[in-house]
């Protein structure tokens, strides 16, 4: 039987995969030339497709009619380093007049790297490295977390949600950076998980490239550092959130004068952009929607005290978070949703612990509930309403906040159980 499963998931790999490098190629074969290869994908991206316009400038950089307008906002300001504190609040040198919402230092590497590179090389590099990246990071948490037979199928269902979904496709298409989002939060709770701050550490810089991290991450620490079950852990954990600030702060700050331009945008933008996508604030008032990391940190602080402060058994929790946060952003479209993809692992290797009260088959419903979002909220571009995408967020938020704690308050033996040896 073993044997039987081992061969239908390489099969079900081979085939999958005759699918998802057809689209590879015709998108970065469009992103290189600007030919509308791409537009003969199956499907097509959430978006539809964004290309950068023809202009003199654009075609000095080979860019006329090319894909991933969204890495124009680096590549362009990369140009003009001398420039970019304008650029934070005009968004000249942008070809959409967009103002730049990354750090300074990310213009800064990028200029001395593949920005010096043509516009479609750069991009389909800028893609390249993303990918890249986040599989070592993911293959390396299969590995540490000790599930690595389920490494070839956890490869297939990322790369299906990539690379086969409407909103996979968009996050390539234009050129986003939602992997690194994944990776940064993937080796946050890896590195509470296995208490290594090296994880933590790794965490903070690949967050600093995308800022939407932040709050998912700040909601994963304070929930932690708040439910931590003595004070020893409790500075053990304040150490762990300590590090990612100061990498953070140093960072963010090696471009001061840029920098205070580029936290000025970012504000504005957060406080006065018309909300866009899934973004929470289209359904209640903005300030409202910002303070959804508080009633987020008490659910979390909830779950680690009954845990006591054992992460691994959080994992449903952090995952509803994490979901629920996709529509924090004002503007919150749904190719951030491969930022999720890190959780594939977290949730396999959940239902591994023997050291919780939850059996199955409530274990693999939580488990495939999750796959099953992430592939119904891709394919949204079918739905109509969005009253209806929005609350699938909430649903299935709600499921993974309220089903574990009915199950751990029932367990009479659960929370006062020494922890598992197995899952030290």
Not at 132 to 143: A, N
Not at 172 to 188: D, N, P
């Amino acid at each position: 039987m073993r044997n039987m499963k081992k061969i239908l998931i390489i099969v079900a790999f081979i085939i999958a995969h005759v699918f998802i490098l057809r689209n590879v190629f015709l998108l970065s074969k469009d992103m290189l030339n600007g030919d509308q290869s791409a537009e003969k994908m199956i499907p097509l991206p959430r978006y539809g497709f964004a290309r950068i316009p023809d202009n003199p400038l654009t075609e000095q950089y080979q860019a006329q009619n090319r894909l991933a307008v969204d890495f124009a906002q680096i590549y362009f300001p990369a140009q003009q380093m001398a420039s970019l504190s304008e650029n934070y609040q005009s968004g000249i040198l942008d070809p959409l007049q967009r103002p730049s919402r990354y750090a300074p230092l990310v213009h800064y590497l990028c200029s001395i790297t593949i920005c010096k590179l043509d516009y479609g090389l750069a991009s389909v590099l800028h893609m390249a490295i993303q990918v890249f990246l986040f599989y070592v990071v993911y293959i390396i948490s299969f590995k540490s977390l000790k599930i690595g037979k389920y490494i070839l199928p956890g490869l297939l269902l990322a790369n299906i949600y990539l690379f086969l979904t409407p909103a996979g496709l968009s996050w390539f298409e234009r050129g986003q950076y939602s992997l690194y989002v994944g990776a940064a939060i993937l080796l946050m709770i890896l590195g509470f998980i296995k208490i290594k701050p090296i994880f933590v550490i790794i965490s903070a810089l690949f967050a600093f490239i995308k800022w939407t991290s932040f709050p998912t991450l700040f909601v994963i620490f304070s929930a932690a550092l708040l439910g931590s079950k003595s004070l020893a852990e409790g500075k053990k954990n304040l150490l762990l959130g300590g590090g990612f600030l100061l990498v953070v702060l140093a960072l963010t700050f090696s471009f001061p004068a840029q920098s205070i331009e580029f936290l000025k945008g970012l504000l504005q933008q957060e406080r006065f952009a018309a909300p866009g996508g899934v973004s929470l604030a289209k359904v209640l008032p903005v300030w409202i929607a910002k303070l959804l990391p508080i009633p987020l940190i008490i659910i979390g602080y909830i779950h680690f005290k009954i845990n006591l402060n054992v992460v691994e058994r959080t994992i449903p929790f952090l995952a509803g978070a994490a979901i629920l946060l996709l529509t924090y952003p004002t503007l919150a479209y749904e190719y951030n949703l491969p930022s999720l993809l890190g959780f594939i692992p977290l949730l396999i290797y959940w239902t591994t612990l023997s050291d919780h009260p939850i059996k199955e088959p409530m274990r693999a419903i939580l488990n495939y509930s999750f796959l099953a979002f992430v592939l119904v909220a891709s394919f949204s571009n079918f739905i109509n309403q969005g009253a209806i995408i929005m609350s699938e967020y909430l649903v299935i938020s709600a499921f993974f906040f309220i089903v574990p704690l009915v199950y751990y308050w029932n367990d009479t033996r659960g929370p006062n159980r020494p922890r598992n040896p197995q899952i030290q």
